[in-house]
T-cell receptor, first 114, second 115 residues
Framework: AQSVTQPDIHITVSEGASLELRCNYSYGATPYLFWYVQSPGQGLQLLLKYFSGDTLVQGIKGFEAEFKRSQSSFNLRKPSVHWSDAAEYFCAVGPNNAGNMLTFGGGTRLMVKP | DTEVTQTPKHLVMGMTNKKSLKCEQHMGHRAMYWYKQKAKKPPELMFV???????INESVPSRFSPECPNSSLLNLHLHALQPEDSALYLC??????????????FGPGTRLTVL
């Protein structure tokens, strides 16, 4: 069965600093990988996705992620964090054996210091 | 229109009440989902509808009853809930179950409190 691990529960960075959120997955085939962001009390917004092709994917809000098959990782990066980036970030992999289902990681809470 | 809407935004109900959550999308998506999310946790899948038919029920208690009246609407009927059912309920939709176009679009959620 597939699984997703986000090793960092909380991360605090200063505004303007660079950011990397880690995501490791376990999957038996070529995965579809996603990063979602959730502001408090809100739904999830898709930041970016990887299906195939170029392993460096660009997303919205200046985010990018790199798929590394050898490390089973799909880490999210941003060169300069803004205070509005403070939120919960979820990595997800799909589909699972039941079809178009997503398996979510536990999430990483990002806090931004002024 | 790339939006999933959910009503109400907040709902407070007693354990004997009957209420419904509503979700709507006009993107032509044929798969719709209900998730439950507790605080500081990832969303947990509850139900999946594919082409208006229930295709997945993740062993959800019968006090939650989903309904898909048409391809744009998804309801979640609630009856005799327990306080531990208090959570954020998220609706999502995707183009289809199969193939690479399985990006899920999420609504803003309904914050449910059961007293």
């Amino acid at each position: 069965a597939q699984s997703v691990t986000q090793p960092d529960i909380h991360i605090t960075v200063s505004e303007g600093a660079s950011l990397e959120l880690r995501c490791n997955y376990s999957y038996g085939a070529t995965p579809y990988l996603f990063w979602y962001v959730q502001s408090p009390g809100q739904g999830l917004q898709l930041l970016l996705k990887y299906f195939s092709g170029d392993t460096l994917v660009q997303g919205i809000k200046g985010f990018e992620a790199e798929f590394k098959r050898s490390q089973s990782s799909f880490n999210l990066r941003k060169p300069s964090v803004h205070w509005s980036d403070a939120a919960e970030y979820f990595c997800a992999v799909g589909p699972n054996n039941a079809g178009n289902m997503l398996t979510f990681g536990g999430g990483t809470r990002l806090m931004v210091k002024p | 229109d790339t939006e999933v809407t959910q009503t109400p935004k907040h709902l407070v109900m007693g354990m004997t009440n009957k209420k419904s959550l509503k979700c709507e999308q006009h993107m032509g998506h044929r798969a719709m989902y209900w998730y439950k999310q507790k605080a500081k946790k990832p969303p947990e899948l509850m139900f999946v509808y594919s082409y208006e038919k229930l295709s997945i029920n993740e062993s959800v208690p019968s006090r939650f009853s989903p309904e898909c009246p048409n391809s744009s609407l998804l309801n979640l009927h609630l009856h005799a809930l327990q306080p531990e059912d208090s959570a954020l309920y998220l609706c999502a939709s995707s183009q289809d179950r199969a193939g690479p176009y399985n990006e899920q679009f999420f609504g803003p959620g309904t914050r449910l409190t059961v007293l």
